[in-house]
């Protein structure tokens, strides 16, 4: 049996079958995300300053960080080098993959970002009609509306462009 990545909602891993603890904190998710999406790997550099601006010692972090994700894919996935390559084995299921995977069409232009503040601010900030059509956004299930998170939700009142909330 392969193993499934959960990064949308919920984040959670399984392998063989099995839930596999989870790392502490948002920021290991996010780098797992972030190298599952990202058409080349990225240096160690930029994700250290991305993730990590206001550590002492932002590379060092970042090592800890990937650390944690190694023992959370244990043998069955490769996290290396500089710049930092995600290898997963075949036949893993990776929901942003399949979320994100139609937006891989090279007639489809979108855009990852990293923001250091409030995510709703952000978006409703940044995101234009001229930029964007459409914004595409998990759902965690803790906001006002039932099923929706606090994010979406307010995405949902204030977004400049249509929002498609995948649960």
């Known amino acids: 049996?392969?193993?499934?990545?959960?990064?949308?909602?919920?984040?959670?891993v399984e392998r063989d079958g099995g839930g596999v603890v989870a790392p502490r904190g948002r920021k290991s998710?996010?780098?797992?995300?972030?190298?599952?999406?990202?058409?080349?790997?990225?240096?160690?550099?930029?994700?250290?300053?991305l993730l990590f601006p206001e550590a002492q010692d932002p590379l060092g972090a970042l090592?800890?960080?990937?650390?944690?994700?190694?023992?959370?894919?244990?043998?069955?996935?490769?996290?290396?080098?500089?710049?930092l390559r995600l290898?997963?084995?075949?036949?893993?299921?990776?929901?942003?993959?399949?979320a994100f995977g139609e937006f891989r069409d090279?007639?489809?232009?979108?855009a990852i970002a990293i923001a250091h503040c409030d995510p709703r601010v952000a978006l409703v900030e940044n995101v234009t009609s001229d930029q964007a059509g459409l914004?595409?956004?998990?759902?965690?299930?803790?906001?006002?509306?039932?099923?929706?998170?606090?994010?979406?939700?307010?995405?949902?009142?204030?977004?400049p462009v249509p929002l498609a909330v995948i649960p």
């Open 1 to 12: 049996m392969g193993m499934i990545i959960r990064i949308l909602g919920t984040p959670a």
């Open 29 to 49: 998710w996010g780098l797992l995300g972030f190298l599952a999406l990202s058409e080349t790997p990225p240096s160690r550099h930029r994700l250290a300053s």
């Open 63 to 83: 090592r800890w960080t990937t650390s944690a994700l190694r023992r959370l894919l244990g043998s069955q996935g490769v996290i290396e080098g500089d710049p």
């Open 87 to 98: 290898d997963l084995p075949g036949g893993t299921m990776l929901d942003t993959a399949e």
């Open 106 to 110: 090279p007639g489809v232009q979108y």
């Open 135 to 159: 914004i595409v956004i998990g759902s965690r299930g803790e906001g006002q509306f039932r099923g929706i998170g606090g994010t979406a939700s307010y995405l949902a009142r204030h977004s």
